[in-house]
């Protein structure tokens, strides 16, 4: 009767594992080896065949047909999919849900990501004066836009001032700076990539901005710092206050880029020891500040319906899905390169 009723609750655990999806452990198990981490942000739609997103031309080339694996993520499970060595996940948007995504991903045990080279990629709104729709940025470094104190310009005595303050005890938090000898090898592989543009984004620069010679060029691959901020800012204000912020913190690249999640997922790869190997590449899809004629009520408010990935879009022109292109034209030349050594 004990060996039966054993039996019966041996039977009992088994059942209940398969039933979750699970199954014993296998302590012979040998983690599925990594050579290559890629990291967007999201997916407009499907992972392949329709209008792309960050993910979709990765997935296309290196991991459609391989194998999918749940991972407990923010705020809701994620799908890691792999073949090949290489693995591919969307960690979300924001700082939050990028760093407990990543977390989560570089914690799995079924991985070996010990000599993966890790690829965070994704759009951007760069910084006028300085990139153009199109541009690909091979980052150096990533500032915290929410450290320090920020007000509004009407409470200062002169807002021609930045309304940013530093605080000096984040110094050590505020700003992560990448391999150098790294990110100076990936640009210089990449720097002179042919990247697209359309003409009816070309059209608006030259309409918007006549006479800088900046915004009058083809889009091309660049250096630069981000700032990322889970405040989706835009404006002369905060453009300005960028600019101070890589001021202070004394970072080698200019202020190229703003974006949602950079800096989390450099904070997130250092605690697992793994920030020499991290690859920041940003796409603008946008810029810092607004176009003539567009103010925060027609874009952002209640009856607005404006989306970046529309080819109607007030802030992003018809440029989405080719800047989409560029930064994984970029992206597969680096990814290509460490798979073949």
Same mark, same amino acid.
């Given at each position: ?32 080896p ?11 739609g ?10 979709q031309?990765? =997935? &296309? @080339? ?5 194998? !999918?694996? $749940?991972? %407990? ?7 890691? /999919? ?17 760093a ?52 509004d ?33 990936? =640009? &210089? @592989? ?5 990247? !697209?543009? $359309?003409? %009816? ?7 918007? /901005?006549p ?46 880029a703003?974006?949602?999640?950079d ?79």
């Open positions: 009767m004990i060996k039966r009723l054993t039996a019966i609750i041996i039977f009992g655990v088994i059942t209940a594992f398969i039933l979750n999806g699970c199954a014993p452990a296998d302590n012979n198990r040998q983690p599925i990594v050579k290559v981490l890629i990291l967007p942000k999201f997916e407009t499907e992972m392949k065949g329709d209008f792309p997103g960050e993910a031309y990765y =997935y &296309e @080339r290196y991991v459609d047909g391989g194998q !999918e694996y $749940t991972i %407990k993520g923010n705020p809701g499970d994620i799908t890691l /999919y792999y073949k090949d060595g290489v693995a591919l996940c969307m960690i979300g948007q924001g700082k939050i849900s990028a407990v995504n990543t977390s989560a991903i570089l914690s799995d045990d079924r991985f070996d990501f010990g000599k993966a080279a890790i690829l965070s990629t994704g759009c951007a709104g760069s910084a006028k004066g300085y990139g153009i729709f199109g541009d690909v940025f091979v980052v150096s470094a990533n500032v915290d836009y929410d450290l320090g104190h920020h007000t310009p009407r409470d200062m005595e002169d807002d021609s001032k930045p309304t940013w303050f530093r605080m000096k005890e984040y110094d050590n938090i505020a700003v992560v700076r990448l391999n150098s000898e790294l990110t100076d090898s990936v =640009y &210089e @592989r990449v720097k002179n990539v042919r990247l !697209e543009t $359309t003409e %009816k984004t070309t059209a608006f620069l030259k309409k918007e /901005y006479d800088e010679e900046w915004a009058n060029r083809e889009p091309m691959v660049m250096r630069g710092t981000t700032v990322t901020g889970d405040n989706f800012w835009k404006g002369r204000y905060d453009h300005r206050n960028a600019e101070a912020m890589i001021e202070a913190y004394g970072c080698t690249d200019p202020f190229a703003t974006e949602m999640e800096i989390a997922v450099a904070r997130t790869v250092d605690r697992f020891g793994l920030l020499d190997k991290l690859i920041d590449l940003r796409v603008s899809v946008n810029m810092d500040v607004f176009a003539s004629g567009v103010t925060p009520e027609n874009l952002w408010g209640p009856s607005s319906n404006d989306s970046l990935a529309s080819e109607s879009s007030e802030e992003s022109v018809d440029v989405f899905s080719t800047a989409m292109k560029n930064n994984y034209e970029v992206g597969r030349i680096i990814i290509d390169d460490i798979l073949s050594k």
